[in-house]
């Protein structure tokens, strides 16, 4: 029996088995978008330089207009940048891929399916047999907590348990590469720091290389591991820092005093 059947067959029939360990290596050399209008031209990124390891968890956070998303987008496949390279574990990203999984601040469920059902939609588009299927979405139920929930539909569900089912749906696929633009966004504050501990959860589970869009800079201090602070017009970043936190993070972390001196450097430099 090969090592890949036996962790399939240990997969189906253990529902909370870890996950396959990918690579996700993400490197971006050089990179610019500009856009062009009639009249003019307009610069969202310039000279982006990043990389971003393995299984690593890092968050981008800037001020509206600095291009943050557009880059998100370009790692994703859905848009294409002026020039530049960037790669995923050494291959070149040309247009999308089941190899990166995206989360979006809307709820994007399928109305129509079921909890489990738009879990298993990415399995079933791969052909993966129906009981290893209902494996993968038991696994990921558990690890989301909406157990009780399998059989019921978007409608029924309120908007933290939507985007619970959009990362599970999104996981599934077991990516390479989360991408999560502004998730949490329009949830409210409570919903919202529930969400933030309960992706840390997965995200220790799965160890998928998480790239993360905020606004907020307490979420991405909470969340990373390193943080990019990108600037305006045009977009580019200015720094980097390394999160220096315990790995166990609940929301007491908070008043730590490396939390608190980390996001006084990180909104001096957004003033500025």
Known sequence: MSAELSLRETYTEVGDAPSTYTNGQIEIRGLHKTYETKNKSFTALENIDLNIKENEFLTIIGPSGCGKSTLLRIVAGLDEATGGELTLDNEPIVGPGAERGMVFQGYTLFPWLTVRENIEYGPKLKGIPTLERRGISNRFL??????????????????????????????????????????????????????????????????????????????????????????????????????????????????????LELKHEIVGLLQH
């Open 142 to 259: 558990k690890i989301i907590r909406l157990e009780s929930f399998a059989k019921s539909y978007p409608k029924e569900l309120s908007g933290g348990m939507k985007q619970r089912v959009a990362i599970a749906r999104a996981l599934a696929n077991q990516p390479k590469v989360l991408l999560m633009d502004e998730p949490f966004g329009a949830l409210d504050a409570q919903t919202k720091l529930e969400m933030q501990e309960m992706l840390l959860d997965v995200w220790e589970r799965e160890k998928t290389t998480v790239l993360f869009i905020t606004h907020d800079i307490d979420e991405a201090i909470f969340l990373s591991q390193r943080i990019v602070v990108m600037g305006a017009n045009p977009g580019r970043i200015l720094k980097q820092f390394e999160v220096k936190l315990p790995e166990k993070r609940t929301a007491n972390i908070r008043e730590h005093r490396a939390f």
